[in-house]
């Protein structure tokens, strides 16, 4: 199956503040988008809108194909060991075999580690790979490379490039680059009222 992400003439309000508006984006399988914007524009909310977290305050939202999310928290359980906390998200999203994404996000040594315990990039590449797990074709990332070194940003870079080269969509916000061949950049200050 294709993947497709599409939002039309998005708003967004937070209180009384209209974030941005007029925002209109459509990807196709092998896109990555790459959010770009001053702190408060709204690029997380715009993310929570694309995964239906949050109702956009007018337009509209359409996708083929399962969207997963990685943001700043990481949804593992903080008191279990890592391997037993993605365990429970293998069961969840109905992963076969985590293996390959744990390999891959360098987690193997941590499998035995509580979560709370980790750092901020090893919980950062511990959420990576649950995501992976998902085996959905929309990923939306929300500062994935933030708290990360640089060998780690460049697993990531390497990942997502993976994603779009195996017919994923991928938008991410965030304030560091991406160096990813197939990256278009959208700022979101071209939609601030």
């Known amino acids: 199956m294709q993947a497709h992400?599409?939002?039309?003439?998005?708003?967004c309000r937070r209180g009384d503040r209209l974030l941005?508006?007029?925002l209109s984006l459509s990807l196709g399988s092998g896109e990555?988008?790459?959010?770009t914007g001053e702190n408060g524009t709204g690029k997380t909310s715009l993310l929570r809108i694309l995964a239906g977290l949050l109702s956009p305050y007018a337009g509209d939202v359409s996708h083929e194909?399962?969207?997963?999310?990685?943001?700043?928290?990481?949804?593992?359980d903080p008191d279990q060991p890592l391997g037993k906390a993605l365990r429970f998200w293998q069961q969840v999203d109905?992963?076969?075999d985590a293996?390959?994404?744990i390999s891959a996000m360098e987690l193997d040594a941590l499998l035995e580690?509580?979560?709370?315990?980790?750092?901020t990039g090893q919980r950062k590449r511990a959420a990576m790979a649950r995501l992976m797990g998902q085996n959905a074709p929309i990923w939306l990332l929300d500062e994935p490379l933030s708290g990360l070194d640089i060998s780690s940003q460049a697993?990531?870079?390497?990942?997502?490039?993976?994603?779009?080269?195996?017919?994923?969509?991928?938008?991410?916000a965030s304030h560091q680059p991406l160096m990813v061949e197939q990256l278009t950049v959208f700022a979101l200050a071209e939609y601030i009222p």
Do not use: K, N, Q
Not at 5 to 11: N, P, Q, S, W
Not at 157 to 167: G, K, R, Y
């Open 155 to 172: 697993r990531i870079a390497e990942t997502v490039s993976a994603h779009a080269a195996a017919d994923g969509i991928v938008v991410l």
């Open 20 to 22: 941005f508006r007029g």
């Open 5 to 11: 992400l599409a939002a039309t003439d998005l708003a």
């Open 94 to 96: 109905g992963c076969d």
């Open 65 to 76: 194909g399962g969207i997963g999310m990685l943001d700043e928290r990481p949804a593992l």
């Open 99 to 101: 293996s390959a994404a």
């Open 113 to 119: 580690v509580p979560v709370r315990y980790l750092s």
């Open 32 to 35: 990555v988008l790459h959010v």
